[in-house]
């Protein structure tokens, strides 16, 4: 039997979602902002392309991690913790902004850094590592790579501190991703109500995810009742089932803040086909990309996650997936400090302008 669901309004999603604990860490609502020299450049008879700014959050130069801690750092004090123990690549955005949060409520933070294959970029003290040092972060670095490996090392090193008698709140999927999940519904709350207020409602909007950032736009779509798409491009492939994983996550996250909608693994507008060479490696149409942003509008772009997305939303325009009078939206999800720890790989792909 088929169950219809009635969509929320953007205020009842925001009246369930305060039952669980948050804090605020983040500039919300962030701008919403038109560009209207990238969508000519990318195409003459293209759709007008938006930017939501999610680089804009704030906590050590912003991204979708400072949503999602508003609830995961509310859930580690609300559990008690004395310390938190994070871990993901060497150069991961998520860390660097999680050490943030944790600095700013007077949180320990020990991050697990795996060097391992693939890794968002190389262990010298540049770009997120060198402010996850600044900010105060022990900082521990692995042999492991992303992904169950390095979730092992995490797990291990969290029972190593609780042995001491410290009280951990340790990155542990099934907890942290349907929590992180909520925040982003909210985001898409914000676009809904934004676009609205400047006068279009998209065609489609885009971000990049493999995670609790796209269960989060996902379920936040759905349970709006929106009729237009709202796509996660992969910036890496996990050794799971993405659409399966994702549904499963959002579906959590409805279930803890009682919202009756549920997802099934074809809700979630999976696109894989924009990573390039792999996770972490640019790929060449995402440099087109972020040079392309930055000479027509003065924006950044970062390689390892944005600039792919951004090429895949490039793509579908030339293609011809949408008209002239319509409106995209690009969730851009931050990551900036990122490129510092490659300067001179960024160099060397860069195309030069000369002028005579
Ligand atoms: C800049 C940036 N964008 C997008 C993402 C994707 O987020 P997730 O796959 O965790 O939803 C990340 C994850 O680390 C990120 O750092």
Known sequence: MTTFTKALTTNELRAKIACVPRIPLAHLPTPLELLPRFSQAVSANGPRVWIKRDD???????????RHNEFLIADALAKGADLVVWGAGVQSNNCRQTAAACAKVGLDIHLVLGRGKPASGPDVVQGNL??????????????????????????????RFRAKGRKDYVWDRPVVLPLAALSYTLCVAEIVEQSSASGFQPAAVYVSSSGSTGAGVALGAKA???????????????????QQELSATANRAAELVG????????????IGDYLGPGYGQPSDAGIEAMTLLARTEGLLVEHVYTAKALSGLIDHIRAGHFRADQDVVFI???????????AEMLAARIPRRELN
């Open 224 to 242: 709006l009742g929106l009729p237009y798409p709202v796509k996660s491009i992969a910036p890496m492939i996990w050794p799971w089932d993405s």
């Open 332 to 342: 851009h999800t931050g990551g900036t400090p990122a490129i510092f720890a490659e």
């Open 259 to 270: 919202i009756e909608t549920r997802l099934t693994p074809d809700d979630i507008l999976f």
């Open 130 to 159: 060198l402010l996850d040092q600044i900010v105060g972060a022990s900082v521990e670095i692995v042999e492991e790579a992303v992904g169950p490996a390095l979730d092992r090392k995490i797990t291990e090193v969290a029972e």
């Open 56 to 66: 804009c959050t704030g906590l050590l130069f912003g991204g979708n991690k400072a």
